[in-house]
């Protein structure tokens, strides 16, 4: 594995746990999350409009432009629309 690639993951890594750090630090904010999620569920611009909400309704900021968004922000808002459409498959 070259230098670079171990650099890159291991900033990821970090930007991961401190994405997770600021999720941990407000009661309710994973809730909150899901609740946006679900808000613009089917909207073509789901993602921009949930990192949108959630930067104004928490304490979690998420970049509007994808292209200024961390490793971290994409996994999480990736992850976020995964888990609202397993629970809309189960109804």
Known sequence: MSSSSE???????SELRQFLKKLLLEPGTLEKTLEIAQRH??????????A??????TL????????????????????????VEESKALY
């Open 52 to 57: 949108e909400d959630i930067s104004s309704e």
């Open 60 to 83: 979690v900021k998420i970049s509007e432009d994808p292209k200024e968004r961390t490793l971290a922000d994409t996994l999480f808002l990736d992850l976020l629309k995964e888990v």
């Open 7 to 13: 650099i890159d993951k291991a900033r990821a890594l």
């Open 41 to 50: 569920y089917g909207d073509h611009k789901m993602l921009d409009k949930v």
